[in-house]
């Protein structure tokens, strides 16, 4: 009889102690591992447009056959002395020394140089940089050399793609370390005040950390095999995602857990029924992302394939950590994991109350967006969708058609400055050339529809031995040689009129596209403006072609977890319109209060994976906790009651994750700041407005055929759940609330 007395929520030891310390001992181990790996990202990270482009581009082509004129892979420095006044011959003198200086420095084939201009007020060099090297520390050598060796009182740059890479480098520089502080210290002060607690906050944090350094060494292993192409932009794009994901994942779990203390003694018996409860939610918002992600690589862009896989590691890795890591702690903290606001054991008859309406035992703002909800449904939903086809207006001024790289970077910028010099003294494409390859025996021809070409300054066939990047002199003629010829293809460097990274020298490489395929069908033309304007347009095809994808995996997803068709619908409506409000509210901010000339194309696509996979997110936490309501309570009721338990944790975890997205804004690169400010907006919009309002609301009152064609979509189940002996009509229901 003794067995009989026993606690019925006794857990046994192992359970208890060895299981919990087991998977925290594991996860220390994997974060000691993971977390020094962080440093060595920068090993296997490339921020080079051009190997991002997919190998069907024109740039890619020629770029290959590019390479067989070359015996190294260089990227052009481009130095730029200014001065305000033409230079003296004692000036000049001085500049023609520097050359010798600055060939000890670069690692590639012969500089180029002084060349003065027209004005005779600047000189340039072209110093090739092999780009195996460290770009960036032979950039910086350059620039203190020029500065320390130019004529006195005179304004020195180093730009072109090897100065705008290092650049770019710098501007990324703060993704290993200040962008984790201000994202983690905001996620931090945030569960300070919803808590109001010390130790949870603390288990939150270590959770995502934790996370994050499980992402990292599996991110590190992918890149380092060669199966992914890691660069700056998806590096702090996964630091901020796991950070977001882990927390928000953890914060529906420590609802359910602080719900399971106040129905029981036992902490081990509270984290079991947690996590029973919350591993489905979790598990379908976890893979909705992270096969929305992995969409991505339908892209034929291969920096978009690259982010798929990425940002998927480390949603898998935040998913794992919030069902193994966080129960552990929460197992063996108990109670004492909200001191010193712990939750009581209530009563057992006010566990579970009985549910006429939906808002028993609900106070404050929720009860009060509950009894809005419940008392003019049709009024609030009408008004959001209203509300955010106004805000997707907007979208019409959103110009998403690619920005010059020298509007990328946002902060102060030595190659931004000589890019500007560039084009006061000399052609505005020096040192990036496009890049023409024609058949030998058409090679004559093509030059001089090139040469003869509107924006193009100069043009020259590349010489046998040698690789030239400019003329000797401006206009001047290369020198006379024997064409370089590979297995019947030359080359042809034209010169723009136009900054390389400019809307007007793309458009110059549309024209020479069109212009030389009528004399060469097979003519290519690449460098680095026919890169960037290929990026730009493969940019946009993928937009078309990636988000009928995600959205049908996620309407795919939401009916299995579901079990109905109407409400998954509904649902991936509600998450495109609040997209659409998103990316119209962005808009209208980008062009006329952060003046920015424009957006990259692949904005509107990762700011619509991010905000309809993370938006599915929070309204599958709320509809997955109004159908288990339902079945206890019915349709109406259960909608009232799911909204206002899930109200408080799904705000938190939605602010978390604004939070976390906008410290993506202290990364001085438009692309960044713009993705940081679409998602930090579009969250909070689809937590407060969407998710709060419009999904309940309509859901209220479409009543239980919200589940159609489901067994909780028929009256009879509906009726049952609220121990009812007929279904009411749904005038009688709102009746009775009102």
Known sequence: MKHS??????????????????????WLAIAGIGGPTFGRLSEVSSNDQASFLPAGAEATAAQDWQAKFRDSKEIPAVIVIEGDSAFTPAQLGEAAALKGKLAALQAGSTVIGPIPSEDSKAVQFVVPIASGGEVKTVVKELRDEVKASAPEGMRTFVTGPAGLTADLVSAFAGIDGILLLVALGAVFLILLVVYRSLLLPIAVLFTSVFALCAA???????????????????????????IGAATDYA???????????????????????????????????????????????????????ALGPVAAAGILCSLFAALTLL??????????????????????????????????????????????????????????????????????????????????????????DGQDALARHFDAGSGSPAVIVADEAKAQEVLAKTKASDGVGDAYLLAEGSVPIVPVAPGAPAAPAAPAVRDGKVLINATLNFAADSNEAENVVLDLRRELKKIDGGALVGGVTATALDTNTTAQRDLVTII???????????MLLLRSVLAPVLLVASVVLSYGAAMGVSA???????????????????????LVALGVDYNIFLMSRVREESIKHGTRPGILRGLGVTGGVITSAGVVLAATFAALGVIPIMFLVQLAFIVAFGVLLDTVLVRSLLVPALAYDIGPRIWWPGKLGRPDADAAGRGLPAAPEPETAEAGIR
């Open 216 to 242: 990292i060494l599996l991110v590190f292993g992918m890149a380092k095999l060669g199966w992914i192409q890691l660069n700056g932009q998806s590096q702090g794009i996964l630091s901020i995602l796991v």
């Open 251 to 305: 914060l529906l779990y420590v609802a359910r857990f602080r719900e399971a203390l106040t129905h029981t003694t036992n902490r081990t018996a509270a984290a079991l029924t947690a996590w029973k409860a919350a591993w489905e939610p979790i598990l379908a918002s976890g893979a909705t992302v992270i096969i929305a992600l992995l969409c991505l690589l339908f892209s034929d862009l291969n920096s978009n394939k």
């Open 5 to 26: 007395r026993q606690n019925p929520h006794r857990v046994p030891f192992w359970l208890r102690w060895l299981v919990p310390a087991v998977l925290v001992v594991a």
């Open 588 to 610: 209208v901010v980008f062009n006329h209060i952060l003046g920015f000339p424009g957006a990259d194309a692949t904005v509107p696509l990762f700011g619509f994976v991010f």
């Open 327 to 416: 129960p552990a702690m929460m197992a063996l903290l108990g109670r004492a994991a909200f001191w010193p606001f712990r939750p009581k054991l209530l009563p057992e008859t006010e566990r579970e109350p009985e549910l006429l309406t939906g808002l028993e035992g609900q106070k404050g703002l929720w009860r009060a967006t509950g009894s809005l909800v419940s008392r003019q449904p049709r009024t609030v939903w009408i008004a959001s969708v209203l509300l955010l086809l106004v805000a997707s207006a907007g979208v019409l001024q959103l110009k998403a058609n690619g920005v010059p790289q020298t509007d990328v970077i946002l902060a102060a910028s030595n190659a931004v």
């Open 548 to 558: 009928p994808v995600v959205l049908g995996v996620i309407l795919v997803i939401l």
